[in-house]
């Protein structure tokens, strides 16, 4: 009885009724979707009951992922389930939702119990680290070598200046008596220098011998923290005892195992999506569709949008899902299919050494992991002489337009280089999602590889590599504006980032699923290219009009 209360307390029914939605074929495939009918309603009731918990507001404007479950129990009554990633309001247990797979804030829990003494060592280290004794003795060293060094410099001064001062001697024939007098001299000053040098080296090593003394405990416990860390992160990764519609159970430690990383990354199964399967397989519930939503603000390197979808994430959550969705007739990947088999390229510009084609929306440019069609692989067995890579620069497998392409290795080699002086002038037409308040203007944002959801890029002012854009307005129309780019640098995914970040323009481009929302395509089309051709010296320019208007973008 209290396995079905429990269940039914976690279980909602939904607010309306939903009898004549028909429920989806396959369950939902969760790294590339659009959220079925079912789950949408779902998310507005999440987000109904999000908007009346008042003593959240703080917490949940700094933004948090929440995903929802459209689940059947054994009788066939239709419902769902929520989750929220990671912790909410400090806690990670709350009634409205499914709680986690291990719960880390148990009291008498081993990891709690673990990571106050790893906290205690932390404040030992602090404690250590500002003892005055310790500081007084670094700065004394500090000082202490500088003294060292300008006494000891200064002792050099001289006496290379009272060996100048007798090689003149030297030279005036002096007496025997002279000559042993300098002699002596300067075997004297030699061990003075020698017997200066020791009184500051034993000085030094003194002050040395205290801060060691409090350094060598400081590093045991760094040790000791590292050891102990390691050593919980490993336990704590074996309670995540993981599900599938199979009922087979895999621990996070034996799932990365088969990754490239080897161990599973921090905070791997504390999403929503894990927890969400793992309580419907735990409850004999039925998983009918899935999606996770982002509510509240934007963080300051990712670009999470408030009320979008988003899929799972790929760091995290990619192993973990796909042993949980063993046993479920999942969709398949909409990105593993060749959409584009009977589409002939459109060869824009062609001579005996290079070309220009019209990439559609949804062709990859070089061939990717899985076996798609792709701009190279067409060439290749177009022109089988060719030599070299071909493809100078790439698009977006969504992003439509004009790319260049070598037959050789030797034109390839120059174009690449006038790529990477910057010297071809690139430009890109787009619809965003929303008004851009500026006409014109430049974007200057950082980007670097999310090491834990690829290909997404984030903003990073210290590690990203420069990213520059220019941009200007062409058009405004209620809810969207067609712009054109300018992009100096050629960053993965520069323009999409420039566009979506609350830094750039704060308006995604649409169809940008990754940092906006789902549409029938990324309206991103690369428009014209001019370059310098590297046997004529002519001054080559392409252009392609982008095939899509505000009145058709949806």
């Known amino acids: 009885m209290q396995d079905h209360a429990d269940k039914m307390d976690k279980f909602h029914s939904f607010g309306r009724s939903v009898s004549n939605i028909p429920l989806p074929e396959q369950f939902t495939y969760p790294f590339h979707y659009t959220p079925h009918p079912l789950s949408v309603i779902a998310a507005e009731e999440v987000q109904a009951y999000l908007l009346s918990r008042k003593d959240w507001e703080n917490d949940l404007e700094q933004g948090k992922m929440f995903g929802v479950l459209t689940v059947q129990t054994e009788t066939g009554e239709l419902g769902f389930l929520a989750a929220f990633s990671g912790i909410l309001a400090g806690k990670n247990l709350h009634s409205y939702f499914v709680p986690p797979i291990y719960d ?77 007098n300098m002699i002596r001299e300067s075997q004297f000053q030699k061990a003075e220098l020698k017997r200066l040098k020791q009184q500051w080296n034993d000085r030094i090593e003194a002050l040395q011998s205290k801060v060691k003394a409090f350094e060598s405990v400081i590093e045991k416990l760094k040790t000791e923290r590292k050891n102990r860390s390691a050593t919980l992160q490993q336990q704590l990764f074996e309670q995540f005892r993981i599900l599938n519609a199979r009922e087979e159970i895999r621990d996070l430690c034996d799932i990365f195992s088969e990754t490239e990383q080897k161990v599973p990354p921090a905070g791997a199964g504390e999403c929503a999506a894990p927890k969400l399967l793992q309580y419907a397989y735990q409850h004999h519930l039925k998983p009918i569709a899935m999606a996770e939503f982002w509510w509240g603000n934007s963080p300051k390197t990712e670009i999470r949008r408030h009320g979008y979808y988003y899929p799972a994430c790929k760091g995290k959550c990619e192993p973990i899902l796909k042993h949980m969705l063993q046993g479920l007739d999942v969709e398949s990947n909409p990105l593993s299919k060749n959409i584009h088999s009977d589409t002939e390229l459109e060869i824009l510009l062609e001579d005996e050494y290079l070309l220009v084609i019209n990439k559609p929306a949804g062709m990859l440019s070089v061939p990717g992991k899985m076996d798609l069609d792709s701009v190279y692989q067409r060439l290749a067995a177009r022109y089988p002489d060719a030599t070299g890579p071909m493809i100078v620069h790439r698009l977006d497998m969504a992003t439509s337009g004009l790319l260049l392409v070598a037959k050789t290795k030797t034109i390839h080699q120059n174009l690449q280089a006038q790529f ?18 500026s006409d014109e203007g430049t974007i200057d944002l950082p980007l670097c590889p999310d090491p834990t959801d690829r290909p997404r890029q984030v903003v990073n002012k210290e590690y990203g590599k420069p990213a520059l854009t220019n941009y200007q307005v062409l058009e405004r129309k209620p809810d969207h504006t067609r712009i054109v780019f300018y992009p100096l640098t050629g960053r993965t995914h520069q323009l999409r980032v420039h566009a979506a970040h609350p830094e750039g323009l704060n308006t995604p481009i649409i169809g940008d699923e990754l940092y906006g929302k ?37």
């Open 104 to 180: 880390l804030q148990q009291p008498q829990g081993f990891f709690r119990l673990e990571e106050d003494r790893i906290s205690a060592i932390n404040a030992r280290i602090k404690q250590l680290q500002a003892d005055k004794e310790y500081t007084d003795n670094k700065n004394n060293l500090t000082e202490t070598i500088r003294q060292a060094e300008q006494s000891v410099n200064e002792a050099k001064e001289q006496l290379k200046a009272a060996q100048k001062d007798r090689e003149s001697k030297r030279q005036t024939n002096p007496s025997e008596v002279e000559l042993a």
């Open 518 to 554: 789902k549409a029938d395509r990324l309206y991103l089309h690369a428009e014209s290219l001019e370059f310098k051709h590297p046997v004529t010296g002519e001054i080559v320019h392409v252009e392609k009009k982008a095939e899509f208007h505000i009145g058709n973008q949806r």
């Open 420 to 437: 990477k002086n910057r010297t071809v002038k690139k430009r890109y037409i787009a619809l965003l999602d929303g008004s851009v308040l």
